[in-house]
């Protein structure tokens, strides 16, 4: 059974997760695959939705987790911190959107905020894993 000190990994696992799927999403609709871009994006949203549910039960319970080191290090990690943290709460909403376009075959506009959500949602997800990393 999971307890609140195994949420981090848990976190850092389902980012990666959610980035590995968002690049084969994105290989899919490249290749003209609308079904499995459909099943795979799908599933990267509900990767990360179940990521930010345990972040939030993680948080609630355990506050935050100041970073340890100090020097060099503690200024790249807030280099990492500082981005990831304004594009994560920017991303939400532009991943429902883009979502809910791609749904309705709002092809034109779906396509239009693609291009910025998923880089935006990548560097999310991948800058997630490496906060992990630094803090633990």
Do not use: E
Request: aromatic share 10%; no cysteine; hydrophobic share 55%.
């Amino acid at each position: 059974m999971l307890t609140v000190a195994d949420l981090p990994a848990l976190n850092a696992t389902l980012n990666g997760a959610a980035a590995v799927l968002l690049v084969i999403a994105y290989v899919f609709i490249r290749r003209g695959n609308i079904t499995w871009h459909k099943r795979t994006m799908l599933t990267a949203f509900a990767v990360s939705a179940m990521f930010l549910t345990s972040y939030v039960i993680y948080h609630a319970h355990a506050g935050s987790k100041p970073y340890p080191g100090t020097g060099m290090m503690r200024t790249i990690y807030f280099l990492v911190l500082i981005p990831h943290v304004l594009l994560a709460a920017v991303v939400l909403p532009m991943a429902l959107i883009t979502l809910s376009r791609g749904l309705r075959m709002d092809v034109a506009r779906h396509r239009k905020l693609a291009k910025l959500t998923l880089p935006i949602w990548l560097y999310v997800s991948v800058t997630g894993v490496i906060v992990y990393l630094m803090l633990y």
